[in-house]
């Protein structure tokens, strides 16, 4: 139990530290919904939890027009609707999704702290590089006994110094060549650590990933949300980002975001995430209250989402993300 009580220490630590940051860089906090439409989903909506009451799957919705609903994966469209009245926002919330089996990288539940904000791609890399180095420097300004509460040992404090306020970065192109990939290929977890050990096991983003809309010739294993803004001076690319950590792998993944309505609607109608969705029975009425925010006023922003518990994982250096929180769920683990 002790070994638990000091990774809830560690947690409450590093959320805390995580909200610090935001609030001071003029951040508000909003508390999007948990029981959504497909608005509230990641891409792969494949992973998405059905909900239902007493088995009934279309519970929600007046009687001439029943819905499904699901547990959140993202408060992402919630947020965007905001900015153009607040300019910055941020959310504090659990995803769900529905990850197969029991790995060292995957949980069914876990927190994310999601920012979205009026300003440029190369604003939010900055934002995140502010987050994750603010965070550090928390821990690292502790002291010694508060660090052993939390099972932080000597070696974190030197691996956490190390840490700079501003990391590499490398395009998708660029990243693909260094590991020997065909372009258009993903890069699974064991090549961004291979990534990771060529810049001194040092975070690092890998940025401009392919556009899943642009007529690449060929079809590419690579995917995006569907409203990632396409690079004006690199015709194929989104303006996006991964932030890959050491041991935990991707943790955040960032983008500007398209906020033409006319473009916006033919990129999630032409979507593979769209596809799917009809397929288990949604439609374009599930983003039709966001179409319409989108229409009614919007502002060039951006923004992402950091998986609070692989960012946890990579501060422990644990080998197993089970370990790094609390209350761990995957298909197999669930109190």
């Known amino acids: 139990m002790q070994q638990k009580v000091s990774t809830a220490l ?3 630590q590093v959320f805390q530290a995580g909200r610090k940051y935001l609030t001071e860089h003029g951040f508000i906090e909003l508390f999007p919904p948990r029981l959504v439409r497909a608005s509230g989903a990641c891409e792969n909506v494949n992973t998405l939890f059905e909900v239902s009451s007493n088995k009934d799957f279309r519970w929600f919705g007046a009687d001439d027009r029943k819905h499904q609903a699901y547990l959140a994966q993202t408060g992402q469209l919630y947020l965007e609707a905001f900015v153009p009245y607040l300019e910055k926002t941020f959310c504090v ?46 821990l690292l ?3 010694r006994r508060q660090q052993n509460a939390m099972g932080l040992t000597p070696d974190h404090d030197m691996r956490l110094s190390q840490v700079r306020s501003v990391f590499p970065k490398l395009t998708y192109d660029e990243a693909v060549e260094r590991l020997g990939l065909s372009w258009g290929d993903d890069i699974d977890s064991r090549k961004e650590q291979e990534l990771v050990e060529q810049f001194d096991n040092h975070p690092l983003f890998i940025t401009r990933y392919p556009d899943p809309m642009y007529d690449h010739g060929k079809e590419i294993e690579v995917e995006k949300f569907f409203n990632m803004l396409p690079d004006p001076e690199h015709p194929g690319r989104v303006l996006s980002a991964d932030l890959i950590l050491p041991v935990a792998g991707e943790a955040v993944g960032s983008a500007a975001r398209v906020h033409d309505p006319k473009i916006l609607t033919h990129r999630l109608e032409n979507s593979r995430m769209f596809k799917r969705l009809l397929g288990l029975g949604g439609s374009m009425d599930d983003f039709s209250w966001y179409i319409e925010r989108i229409k009614e006023k919007t502002v060039p922003h951006a923004g992402c989402g950091f998986g609070m518990s692989r960012i946890l994982r990579w501060i422990t ?16 683990q669930i109190i």
């Open 10 to 12: 560690l947690e409450a």
């Open 93 to 138: 919330g659990p995803s769900f999704r529905a990850e197969a089996g029991s790995d060292n990288r995957h949980l069914t539940e876990f927190a994310m702290m999601e920012i979205e904000f009026k300003g440029t791609f190369d604003d939010l890399l900055s934002y995140i590089e502010g987050f994750v180095y603010a965070i550090a420097q928390d």
């Open 141 to 143: 300004d502790l002291d």
């Open 317 to 332: 250096g644990t080998d197993d993300i089970k370990k790094a929180v609390t209350f761990p769920s995957n298909q197999h």
